[in-house]
């Protein structure tokens, strides 16, 4: 019988029952188990973790848990010089490639609204999800804990809000994110970059309606679908939006 001491740190009291949150966590335990095993045996998953220390000592995921050990366990470090101490990932996450699960959709389109990269398709499996993000390093996000406890997911972030403004607003926030915004440079729907684009050339005229060729003279296409883009009363809104974004109202 193995009997640690355990603490949690800042958000990640949020996957913890109020009993044990903010709190040393005497527990006990049968068998060698690593320390990644026994954070997520609390419900915490590991890539929401960077940092441990083990009786004062930083300490990788593979390190084997000894009778009496005390555990400290915090959070992502994004805004903050943790210095030479051993962080949990390669590098931070300081590129910004997303995949998200089928439940996110509307988060996904709120990201590529403020120019991210996001891959996202309905009809992907968890299996899919987690090979995408070890076979080309994007940021899963995901509010399905077990998904984010997976070996192959190195990068990720669980989504603590239900409102897909707010979601969006807590992923800039956590990952330091908002400088990094380019609204308007990518097509929510498909991902693709977008530019200006002469309406004159054969094909491209077809794509504005008539009541919009009356007025509008400045155009933008998607490199991707060959979605059409213009500064109308829907662009209007969609500012306010990204200024409340932006402004992380509601975090």
Known sequence: MYRVTIRFYEELNDFLPSQNRKKDIDFEFKGRRSVKDLIESFGVPHVEVDLILINGESAGFSRIVADGDRISVYPVF???DIGPVTRLRPDPLRDPRFVLDVHLRKLARHLR??????????????????????????????????LMMRRKVSRGLYVRNTDPELQ???????????????????????????GPVDPGPAGIEDLIPPGV???CREYYQCRGCGRIYWKGSHYEKLMKRVGRISSGRGI
């Not at 969006?168 to 977008?194: M, Q, S």
Request: glycine share 4%; net charge negative.
């Open 168 to 194: 969006v607003a807590e992923v800039l926030e956590r990952l330091d994110l908002k400088k990094l915004c380019r609204p308007f440079t990518r097509c929510v729907e498909c991902n693709g970059l977008i």
């Open 113 to 146: 609204l403020m120019g991210f990269d996001v891959d996202y398709h309905p009809d992907r499996d968890d299996d899919a999800l987690a090979d995408i993000t070890e076979r080309e390093g994007r940021i899963l996000l995901s509010r399905d804990r077990q």
């Open 78 to 80: 994004e805004t903050l």
């Open 213 to 215: 060729r009356s007025w």
